[in-house]
């Protein structure tokens, strides 16, 4: 079959600083401490589905190398570097147009690289049945995760009609995160889902979208098509690609795309929302991670760390690069968190504001 | 002059983990972040009133070399190494015979390695004074600190009459540490001065002391002097000093002489106090490094880290390696150690459990 996997891998991950940080960012790390890191775990989870010559990873040149130790099985020519960072849009193109040009029927699931799954059975099983609703069409389907709480860190997907004989919703629109009463809302309501930024749809589909809705950065492939596969290849993206727009694929294409009645590469398009429930986290707070690790009988969750002593400590997360040793005592709700000789204690409520603690050290 | 310093060394500082460990204790460390260790400091603050020659060291062998890279002035022949710890009357009476076959006519300032002094002037001139006093007599002087708390944490010395024409005054009694009570009934009653551990006498009272005190010890001192400063001496003493009783100077003599009418040396003896002022502490708990430390505007503690950044935390006390970056939020009231990747934080007021909670890791 000709289906495809593309991860994108380019984030930085500050909201984990310490332990995540620009020169190792968390999908290169063993962050739930189980041996494999966020990156191997996402190519696991799509596993034996997807050869490995269909694996596509879109990163920056910075992480090259991170990228061929962690997936030795994916070839070189699969790993795309982006020159500088202008959100997923440009990354899905680039991966698009370059896919397109040796696999014109290749059927895309797009997923991040550093998202967690409990269920990873249900999972691939809802991305296979994905692939077999957009194949051969227009159609565009996310992922949309059945919400537990009304968390206000996701955006969420409003769905509209079911498609008959399908567990897929029309997607009637995209709704940015919300504040804490409107997300209860959306959860009351039941249409709700989180948004996972899991994306499936056909090449021409994306390649047409984007045509579409940002002409000029379609343009902007289209000069770049050449030079694909081909040694010139760093070079001409390296030029071309930082005048891409910033632009997420949500405003770029979705939220455009969603509850309107459009055409795409000669067919009827439209977005939508297969509702899933294997278990799902973007892993991308502490507090989400908090939230996804066994804890001891005081709630502390302690992460690839052996050498870590809790006494009279609750509700703590604690996680190390596992060559230190530590004894804490007495901390009820915190982030203790170690790597690379930088040590972080702070109040778990806090989290949000991680970025400027991290900031007030790197200066010095 | 024919006046000695003996420093002992010894300790192992297990109260200060993880900066303090066996195989490298406070005394070896920078423990108030001011460039020299406290063994470094207690040799400068005594300076240049003792030739490098008339400077002694007793410590463990495990620390030789650690002595010889901090006190490089200081002669090896004058570094004893105990083979085992046998508290300080052993420590005391090994260097004192050592030193009368030498210097018969010496007189001894003995101080502990790793106390603190903030006035080194005053430190200096009672220091002479002390030795001015016992100098030629059978006399014990030991230095008193005027307490400024009623710290339970310390032994108190009772003073009787004072010494005609003299600041000293003569020792009624040796008080252990007392209960908060009976410290604060110490202090209201003006005669009582903490116990510094320093002593000053003649070499010949310390041997004729220990020879009435602790015959069998001083008996093994007799069977070791023919060995000192030759090639034997370390063997020798490694065979016959673990048979010493293991007891404190206090208790083998200062206990013993203090309040009688015994002779010494055929000359009559008695112990001293000389009450002084001069800003001290044992520097032996968290509790006391906190209180002799400057503090930023959050009564906060930061030791030999320039890359520790506090925010909204107060009351802690900081002590890094100097080579980590710390960032500590919403801490009130703790303790943060790092060295030798070994992190501890625990509650101010729980340090006394220190040797528990580090057992709770090492044993790992």
């Excluded at 495809?4 to 739930?32: T, Y």
């Excluded at 202008?86 to 899905?92: G, L, S």
Aim: glycine letters at 8%; aromatic letters at 10%.
């Amino acid at each position: 079959m000709n289906k495809h996997l593309v991860i994108m891998a380019g984030g930085v991950g500050s909201r984990f600083w310490p332990m995540s940080r620009p020169e190792n960012p968390k999908q290169f790390i063993d962050v739930l401490g189980v041996g494999k890191t966020l990156l191997q775990l996402t190519v696991d989870r799509f596993g034996k589905d997807f050869d490995p010559s269909h694996i596509w990873v879109v990163t920056s040149a910075d992480y090259l190398n991170k990228v061929k130790e962690q997936l030795p099985d994916v070839p070189t020519d699969n790993i795309l570097l982006e020159p500088c960072m202008r959100n997923t849009a440009p990354c899905i193109g680039y991966v698009a147009w370059k896919i397109k040009k040796k696999y014109p029927d290749a059927t895309l699931a797009i997923s991040p690289a550093d998202h967690f799954v409990v269920d990873t059975n249900e999972f691939r099983r809802c991305i296979n049945a994905g692939i077999d609703f957009v194949k051969g069409t227009s159609r565009v389907l996310t992922l949309g995760m059945k919400p537990t709480r009304p968390d206000t860190g996701y955006g969420y997907i409003q769905s509209g009609n079911p498609v008959n004989g399908t567990e897929m919703m029309h997607v009637q629109a995209f709704r940015e995160k919300p504040d804490y009463k409107t997300a209860l809302q959306y959860c009351r309501e039941g249409n709700y889902n989180w948004n996972a930024g899991i994306f499936i749809w056909d090449v021409a589909t994306v390649e047409a979208a984007i045509r579409m809705f940002e002409p000029e950065m379609a343009s902007l492939f289209d000069q770049m098509y050449d030079s694909f596969y081909s040694a010139d290849e760093q070079a001409t993206v390296n030029k071309l690609f930082p005048q891409c727009n910033k632009i997420s694929i949500d405003y770029a294409v979705m939220e455009r795309l969603a509850g309107k009645n459009i055409e795409l590469a000669g067919q009827p398009s439209g977005v939508f929302v297969m509702p899933s429930d294997f278990g799902w986290s973007d892993l991308g707070t502490w507090g989400s991670l908090y939230a996804q690790t066994p804890k001891d009988d005081n709630n502390n969750a302690v992460i690839g760390a052996e050498n870590v002593s809790l006494i009279e400590s609750t509700d703590c997360i604690v996680r190390t690069s596992g060559d230190i040793k530590m004894v804490l005592q007495g901390l009820d709700g915190y982030i203790v968190a170690e790597d690379n000789k930088t040590i972080l204690v702070c109040k778990k409520n806090q989290e949000q504001r991680i970025k400027e603690f991290s900031e007030t050290i790197t200066k010095q």
